[in-house]
């Protein structure tokens, strides 16, 4: 999976953990918590739909890694790079 | 026991509703309900659910996203969502000036017949996907199942911070939350109570599974004809979702601020069979009546409607039959009718929600009927069951609302036109 295609998975879970955001609007490179409302409940679910969607596991001392879409990305990158 | 006469408390122990909000199969507030309870119109239809397959049911379409955001329903459960919408519905009908009540004064006491059978089938059904791996399983799971969830999300909605709870008390849960209001009002330990009770039943695969192993779900061609409470062809419970909660106050409080008063609670009783699981004990059932009169210093012949908690099992309506004939047998002014034969068993929400639907009859003095009686069984001792019809009757001072549940729990709440 390309960096793109997993933003675009990222996006995807975004928008079913928080349909009332606007996603459309989402800076890479600022924190997920300062553009919406995400408290840690919110973070598991990000971690859980990973885990069931394409079996990514994300252990809890890499939480820090899902701050921003960038960093998400980027963390995810080599961990997801065969996933289809 | 003897308990004052209510008519002789100060307004500081005379307790009032003043506010309703309800989902019911056949409505949405108290007016299309009780359009619906005097033309007939059932609530029910068919249904499907998982592993169950084809069923019929009882199901409320109220517009969760008016008062909650997408995300805090998918958050939270059904029954939460339920609550929400009624506790707004509620204090929207009862003109409190929300904003500026003290939120630290309002108790949240919310009957339920059970709580959480629904996310955990839910999730179980999730890892069943995933070969019963456990590390699937949501951590969503434990707010969501504790007992107290469907007040406790009323009470995070409404940024209450006084004391909330359900109540489990089967299917008498819904008088059982009006009671509990009384009680914490008079103890002074709130002034303000949201109350009543809440249902996301038919989510649960598992009732109708119950219900159909224990030959008491209702089966019909025509769902609308499958809830027959007192007739001599019903066979079972038709299983319903639903939520109806009260604002509850003290009088005094509500005449300070010249609320619209619709109901005084004179009269109240709680009692339990302790003879059986699920069968139910007609004389005990006569004596929570009973109870329930001596608190409001009434004879049977001064109520004008007995409401039933009837379900429309063979045993169990022979019963409450019974009971009824026992205490209002020789009182041929009082009227009997049955709600669930509009909108089957709304379980938790049964007994406040079919309160509410006869309450109408202190303004319209028009008692709602019993539908789907096509033959009274004449196994059934002899009640003024009003039948298929409404019937104008003039004035109504005095309701008495019966709800029974399994283990044995009987609930009786009486309420006097204001």
């Given amino acids: 999976m390309s960096p793109q295609e997993i933003r675009q998975v990222i996006i995807d879970i975004l928008a079913d953990i928080a349909p009332d955001e606007d996603l459309s609007t989402l800076k890479d490179d600022q924190s997920f918590r300062d553009q919406m409302e995400l408290d840690s409940m919110d973070f598991l679910d990000i971690v859980m739909e990973l885990r069931k969607r394409y079996r990514v596991q994300v252990p809890e001392e890499d939480y820090p890694q899902l701050d921003s879409m960038a960093t998400t990305v980027s963390y995810l990158t080599p961990k997801m790079a065969t996933c289809a | ?107 949240v006491y919310v009957g339920v017949t059970e709580h959480g059978n629904v996310e955990t089938e839910t999730e179980i059904y999730e890892i069943s996907q995933y070969d019963y791996d456990c590390q699937f399983w949501s951590h969503h799971h434990n707010p969501r199942t504790v007992a107290n969830n469907p007040a406790g999300e009323i009470a995070l909605h409404l940024s209450i911070t006084g004391p909330h709870y359900t109540i489990g008390a089967a299917c008498a849960a819904g008088n059982a939350g009006l009671i509990q209001a009384v009680q914490m ?133 022979i019963l409450e039959a019974t009971a009824v004939h026992t205490v209002f047998g020789g009182c041929e002014k009082t009227l009997i009718n049955n709600t669930k034969s509009f909108i089957g068993h709304t379980m938790g929400a049964a007994g406040a929600l079919e309160l509410a639907g006869n309450l109408p009859s202190f303004d319209d ?11 009274f069984d004449s196994d059934c001792p002899a009640i003024n069951l009003v039948q298929n019809e409404a019937r104008e009757v003039g004035k109504v001072e005095y309701i008495l609302n019966s709800s029974f549940g399994m283990l044995g729990i009987n609930s009786c709440v009486i309420v006097k036109r204001p």
Avoid at chain 2, 14 to 28: D, K, M
Avoid at chain 2, 256 to 273: C, H, L, P, Q
Avoid at chain 2, 277 to 306: K, T, W
Avoid at chain 2, 365 to 375: C, E, K, M, R, S
């Fill in chain 2, 185 to 317: 009002l008079r103890l002074g330990e709130c002034d303000l109570a949201l109350a009543g009770g809440c249902s996301e039943s038919i989510h649960t695969f598992g009732i109708f599974a119950g219900f159909n192993s224990q030959n008491a779900l209702a089966t019909h061609l025509d769902p609308t004809k499958a809830s027959r409470p007192f007739d001599k062809d019903r066979n079972g419970i038709v299983v319903s979702e639903g939520g109806c909660l009260y604002t509850i106050e003290r009088l005094e409080d509500a005449k300070k601020r010249n609320a619209n008063i619709v109901a005084e609670i004179v009269g109240y009783g709680m009692n339990t069979d302790a003879t059986d699981f699920v069968l139910p004990n007609a004389e005990r059932q006569s004596q929570c009546m009973q109870m329930a009169l001596n608190r409001a210093h009434l004879s049977p012949e001064q109520i004008d409607i007995v409401s039933t908690h009837a379900t429309g099992t063979g045993q169990g309506d």
């Fill in chain 2, 365 to 375: 003095g028009v008692v709602h009927p019993t539908i789907n009686v096509d033959t």
């Fill in chain 2, 1 to 107: 026991m003897t308990y004052p006469n209510p008519a002789d408390l100060p307004d500081s122990q005379r307790i009032v509703i003043t506010g309703i909000g309800l989902t019911s199969p056949n409505g949405n507030s108290l007016s299309e309900m009780r359009d619906g309870l005097l033309n007939g119109k059932s609530g029910i239809s068919d249904y499907e659910i998982r592993y169950f397959g084809k069923t019929i049911a009882g199901v409320c379409d109220f517009e969760i996203k008016k008062y909650q955001s997408r995300k805090d329903a998918r958050r939270g459960t059904r029954a939460g969502s339920v609550g929400v919408w009624c506790a707004n519905e509620a204090i929207v009908h009862s003109g409190i000036d929300w904003d500026n009540f003290d939120k630290s004064r309002v108790g």
